[in-house]
């Protein structure tokens, strides 16, 4: 066992409260007129897993603040509840996965150590 299996559990983490504050976000302003839904993907790299935001370029662009003579409240939040839902739970069971690794690693280490003393 070496530390790369403690970066991996640290960054799975780290990864999964960046998307979990996503879809929170997301839940907290579906009914905000005008607002767009935001995404994270969970992508690889060297050591572990980190969360990105897809390209600004993908994203609509922002909606602009009403005028006097605009109207009151813009476009409908384009925010699906259910969709948020599974992707609350689908993101909980990567979370308690990482717990469960960090804790595998953790145990590991804890008896290499006793083993050595």
Do not use: C, H, W
């Not at 070496?2 to 998307?19: D, E, I, R, Y």
């Not at 602009?64 to 839902?85: I, K, R, Y």
Request: charged share 15%; no cysteine; glycine share 6%.
């Amino acid at each position: 066992m070496s530390l790369s299996t403690l970066n991996n559990a640290l960054s799975g983490l780290q990864a999964a409260t960046a998307k979990m504050q996503v879809t929170a976000n997301n839940v907290a302003n579906a009914r905000t007129d005008g607002y767009q839904t935001q995404r994270v993907d969970i992508v690889e790299r060297p050591g572990g897993v980190e969360a990105r935001t897809p390209a600004d370029a993908a994203r609509p662009p922002p909606v602009p603040p009403p005028t006097e003579a605009a109207s009151v409240s813009g476009p409908p939040s384009d925010v699906d509840l259910a969709q948020e839902m599974v992707a609350m739970s689908a993101n909980e069971s990567f979370y308690l996965a990482n717990v469960r690794a960090l804790e595998a690693a953790n145990g590991m280490l804890g008896t290499l150590l006793d083993t050595e003393a």
